[in-house]
């Protein structure tokens, strides 16, 4: 089994920043990409930010220049910075892992979700 845990989601005034984490744990071997979605009301999950066990990196559109995703393999987590928010970003975040689990089994792993409201 592999959780992923998030944390830092919360209510900000526009233009303002949070940062979310997510710890991943569990029976876990390698830990490869990992990223995160966003959901808002209404609208289809969308990919925010991935990054890959090296340190690539993938944003959105609308994300690029306000948004830094990054990582720690030491502690299996992975961050995201949020700058500069807007109202739009307003959403539940949820945090993405893929991995080589016990057994070698590969795994696909989502977090509970965090959510993240800005007002105008």
């Known amino acids: 089994q592999v959780q992923l845990v998030e944390s830092g989601g919360g209510l900000v005034q526009a233009g303002g920043s949070l940062r979310l984490s997510c710890a991943a744990s569990g029976s876990i071997l390698s830990l490869n990409g990992m990223g995160w979605y966003r959901q808002a009301p209404g609208k289809q999950r969308e990919l925010v930010a991935a990054i890959t066990r090296g340190g690539t990196t993938n944003y959105s559109d609308s994300v690029k220049g306000r948004f830094t995703i990054s990582r720690d393999n030491a502690k299996n987590t992975v961050y995201l910075q949020m700058n500069s928010l807007k109202p739009e970003d307003r959403a539940v975040y949820y945090c993405?892992?893929?991995?080589?689990?016990?057994?070698?089994?590969?795994?696909?792993?989502w977090g509970q979700g965090t959510q993240v409201t800005v007002s105008s």
């Open positions: 993405n892992a893929q991995g080589v689990r016990t057994w070698n089994t590969p795994f696909n792993a």
